[in-house]
């Protein structure tokens, strides 16, 4: 095969996508903009590179939708699923990563790769000619945004999500804080304390909420509307929505029992995660936070165990768009405006509408393996909607709804149901392991038919 395949973005969406489309003997050129044209939130020039959380979150493929996820792409040969189970950290029944050792090796096996190279250059506009894939994530460039929106006649749709703050391990009060993952979940003693809790009794935690309250906070550009995602809610609009919002949230104190005072039952728990392999490096879970840079390290070091906290990273908020893709895309992830036309356009990971490092990299192997079958000349099947990655490549080709179009999570909700199971709590256990071995079973039979048509 003489033709390229064109990936714009070397995220993890375009990286998977790459990989993919390699594998199957598909020349891929990947051209990313970093580092001659930074971000606000990429810190170096690495293919992969993670800019938020380095969780991957469950891993569970038997009760979770995501653990599914996870499951799929590692039986299609996956890079960025492979790299994370090679650079893991203990983080309970979530896969946590290492960030910079996984994008350095993301990045060392797409150089290396015999069919794939790398361009560094800002791609500006929608080409005429070719096949290519725009993988260019929340962070679009805004000349890229303005050619799409040129082109659909349609504005793309924006939301705003905020970065967790990271703490130096050494700076953090351990005879305050402990080490548990909730519930003592894990298979391990490393998994079952894979996470530091700081408690706070019921007057810390309104003193808390007050404060965070009244701090200063990012203000929005003239014309920019907050759209918030509610999975990645700054902790300044979920405190807005009520007093006891965080603590039935991301401060939630159930499953864990103080090292220190067993006896005694915290009103909230903040949660930080392991960030680095040394252990050095530890993120607070679920603190997305909008806060100006001296309002978070004030608030922050209310928190008990954190009076003395250094920030390796402080949050921050930044614009993200997406697609309006049940318009836009077709079942087979192409533009619809240039279909016919003389260059072929997918879109992949996160600005098709999917929100979450899994969900991106998921698209990312759909779009790779459908741009590759079609430069081979024949089709490829998309998966069936019982399948993870089937469901959110039917939400959001089709399956929402245009006009309250809002980026998505994979989630159970998105599977169709398995008859003659009983709905509720009660029956949920028995329910998800029936659509996830229903899942497993159609993954690996789509697997199957796509290596016979290839």
Not at 34 to 56: D, I, Q, W, Y
Not at 116 to 143: C, R
Not at 185 to 191: F, I, L, M, Q, S
Not at 220 to 248: N, Q, S, W
Request: charged share 20%; aromatic share 8%; hydrophobic share 40%.
């Amino acid at each position: 095969m003489t033709e390229i395949l064109h990936i714009v973005g070397g995220g993890l969406a375009g990286s998977e996508a790459a990989w993919q489309a390699a594998q199957t003997g598909t020349r891929v050129v990947i051209h990313e903009m970093r580092p001659k044209v930074e971000t606000f939130a990429h810190k170096t020039g690495h293919l992969g590179e993670m800019v938020c959380s380095n969780s991957f979150r469950s891993d569970d493929s038997e009760q979770n939708a995501v653990g599914l996820l996870h499951w799929e792409m590692r039986a299609a040969d996956g890079l960025i699923m492979a790299t994370a189970d090679a650079h893991r950290l203990p983080a309970g029944g979530a896969l946590a990563v290492d960030r910079d050792p996984f994008a350095e090796t993301v990045t060392e096996r797409l150089l290396t790769h015999p069919l794939i190279s790398v361009t560094y250059e800002e791609v500006s506009n929608l080409p005429s000619s070719g096949h290519w894939i725009f993988a260019t994530g929340p962070l679009t460039s805004m000349s890229l945004g303005g050619a799409i929106a040129a082109e659909t006649g349609a504005e793309a749709l924006a939301f705003f999500d905020a970065i967790a703050p990271i703490i130096h391990f050494d700076s953090i009060n351990m005879d305050k804080a402990w080490m548990q993952s909730r519930y003592d979940k894990g298979d391990t003693e490393a998994e079952r304390t894979a996470y530091l809790n700081c408690p706070m009794t019921r007057d810390q935690y309104e003193a808390f909420i007050d404060a965070l309250l009244k701090a200063d906070k990012t203000e929005f550009h003239d014309g920019e509307t907050a759209k918030y995602f509610d999975g990645c809610l700054p902790i300044e609009v979920m405190a807005e929505r009520g007093r006891e919002t965080l603590r039935f949230g991301p401060m939630k104190p159930v499953g864990l029992t103080n090292a220190h005072q067993p006896d005694v039952k915290a009103y909230a728990v903040v949660q930080l995660r392991r960030d680095n392999a040394l252990g050095t490096l530890y993120n607070i879970v679920g603190f997305q936070t909008k806060m100006k840079y001296g309002a978070q390290t004030k608030v922050l070091r209310m928190i008990p165990g954190l009076e003395n906290a250094s920030f390796a990273r402080l949050g921050g908020i930044h614009r993200n768009t997406f697609l309006n893709s049940p318009t836009l895309l077709d079942e087979q992830m192409r533009l619809k405006s240039r279909l016919g036309s003389g260059a072929t356009i997918r879109f992949a990971g996160q600005i098709t509408g999917v929100e979450g490092y899994v969900e991106s990299s998921a698209m990312g192997l759909l779009a790779g393996r459908m741009a590759a079958a079609e430069m081979a000349g024949h089709t490829l099947s998309v998966p069936a909607n019982t399948t993870a990655t089937g469901a959110l490549i039917t939400h959001i080709t089709g399956g929402a709804e245009a006009k309250t179009f809002q980026p998505m999570n994979v989630n159970f909700g998105l599977f169709p149901p398995v008859d003659g199971l009983k709905g509720g709590r009660r029956g949920r256990r028995d329910r998800y392991k029936a659509y996830t071995d229903r899942a497993k079973a159609d993954w690996t039979n789509w697997l199957a038919q796509s290596a016979e048509s290839a």
